[in-house]
Nanobody
């Protein structure tokens, strides 16, 4: 399984970005897709996840209402729409794939993309 994340950049507080994660490889190995982020000096944290089978979504409580995860199975792509961004959202964002669905622990994800930098200025 290969994952290619894109869409990061520099945005002002209150702005929006949409991250994309293009996936290839064994479908059953990426039944669950997730987004994580890691800020400098902090641990990697769960942002959102989606079932590629049912489309059910799972979000971290702190981002509910601002971040939305979605999928396009025809394009093998998962998106993370981020609205009303805050400086504390600044981090490297990673997409990941798991054989499990709806998991929030990074250890449950077997495949990781290279990360895309999101910087939110105040």
């Amino acid at each position: 399984v290969q994952l290619q994340a894109s869409g990061g950049g520099l945005v002002q507080a209150g702005g929006s970005l949409r991250l994309s994660c293009a996936a290839s490889g064994r479908t059953f190995s990426r039944a669950g897709m997730g987004w994580f982020r890691q800020a400098p000096g902090k641990e990697r944290e769960f942002v959102a996840a989606i079932s590629m089978i049912t489309g059910n979504t799972y979000s971290a409580d702190s981002e509910k209402g601002r971040f939305t995860i979605s999928r396009d199975n025809a394009k093998n792509t998962v998106y993370l729409q981020m609205n009303n961004l805050k400086p504390e959202d600044t981090a490297v964002y990673y997409c990941a794939a798991s054989v499990r669905v709806g998991v929030k622990e990074s250890s449950s994800y077997n495949y990781w993309g290279q990360g895309t930098q999101v910087t939110v200025s105040s």
